[in-house]
Every structure is written in structure tokens, then in C-alpha cells.
């Protein structure tokens, strides 16, 4: 009997200590992981400073400034900062020339209700590509012929150029009625004379290039 409880009490003892060791590794196995370092991420990566992005990318708040970062802030001398409209990368706005520099008008039209009508007239013997930018394909206007183009909105750009690569000399003349601009074409040897883009300002002001 006395052997008996002797054994049953060395198992209870053997069990125990089973469970105290469990006990104790389970404690200790948050403690290793909360001691465990923790890699946290860098806010200033190196690809902030390396190229494209080294010119193209802002770095985050905080981090030390790369070139984009410094020409945001004005900061890089010797350089002139441009406004870049934002999304558009690597653009120059297009700046209307300054006042002394703008050329005069050479023909007027009064608009009505903010559209004109243009009447072009190829007087060469070579068909002539045609197109109001936004407005129309690209069209041809064969030699000796006229087209009208009507109710077109103010401001707009009118394209002209010979199919067989001569120049041409753009003429606009504003006739009767008012919101008519006729447009004559003719053939020209000078270079100085040969123009192909023909714009009619919103107030009417007709002006080439």
C-alpha cells in the first residue's frame, strides 16, 4: 500500500514538473519576441536621391531635401524655377509674348455671338490641306476652289499648307458682312513670305505664322 503511494506520488511529482517546464517556456517565448528588434521602414529611402526621381519626386516631410525638393522650395541657385502644371511632367507653360514683342494684327473681324465665318480661296494650282484646329479633320482644297467654313468659335487656329510642299502666302482680307473673313491663297517663292497658321483672336484680331 505504502509502494502504491509512492508511486502515485512520483508520477504526480514527474507531472508537475512536466507542467512547470511548459509553464516557464511559454513565458518565455513573448518575452524573446517583444525583445526581438523590429526593422522599422525608412522614411528617406535612397531612391529619393537617385535619378529619375531625384529631379522628379518630392521627398517625404522631414527628409533631407533632393534636387525636385529644392527647386520646389526656390533654394537651387543659378537656376530660373518654372510653374509646372501639376500631373504634367516635364512641360513649359506656353507664356504669350510680352507687350513691346506682340505683333500687330493684320486684318479684324467682328465676331457674332462669338463665331466668325471663314471663306478661303486657293488661287494656286495645287491643292491645299486645310484644318481648324478642334474644330475639323484635316481636309483638301483643290486648286482655282473656295470653301466656308462656318460658325466657328472664337479663338481658333486655322492650318494651311500646300500638298506638293511649295509655299504659300496667306492673305485675310475682312469683306462684308461683318463675322465673314475671306482668306486668299496664292503661290510665293520668298521664304519670308510663306506662312501656314492663320489665328483669329475671341475680340477678332487675325494674326499669322
Known sequence: ??????????????LGSIFSSL?????????AASAAPSSALNPCP?????????????VPQGCPPNAATLRQ?????????????????????IQPPLPETRQNPIATITPTAGTVD?????NTNASVSY?????????????????????????????????????????PTSD??????????DETTNLDNSQSALRIQQDGQVFLN
Not at 500500500?1 to 514527474?14: A, F
Not at 509553464?23 to 518575452?31: D, E, T
Not at 462684308?176 to 491663297?185: K, R
Request: proline fraction near 9%; aromatic fraction near 2%.
Open 176 to 185: 462684308p458682312p461683318e463675322g465673314v473673313l475671306t482668306v486668299l491663297l
Open 46 to 58: 535612397r531612391i529619393f536621391y537617385e535619378e529619375p526621381h531625384n529631379n522628379r519626386v518630392l
Open 118 to 122: 471663314v471663306r478661303i480661296k486657293n
Open 73 to 93: 522650395q526656390g533654394q537651387v541657385s543659378g537656376e530660373q524655377t518654372t510653374p509646372v502644371t501639376p500631373g504634367v511632367t516635364g512641360v513649359t507653360p
Open 131 to 171: 484644318q481648324a484646329i478642334g474644330h475639323t479633320e484635316p481636309r483638301s482644297l483643290a486648286g482655282r476652289e473656295e470653301i466656308v467654313l462656318q460658325g466657328l468659335p472664337t479663338p481658333v487656329t486655322i492650318t494651311m499648307v500646300r500638298e506638293d510642299g511649295g509655299l504659300l502666302q496667306v492673305q
Open 23 to 31: 509553464l516557464i517556456g511559454l513565458s518565455v517565448i513573448p518575452l
Open 1 to 14: 500500500m505504502n509502494q502504491q503511494n509512492l508511486e502515485t506520488t512520483k508520477q504526480i511529482g514527474l
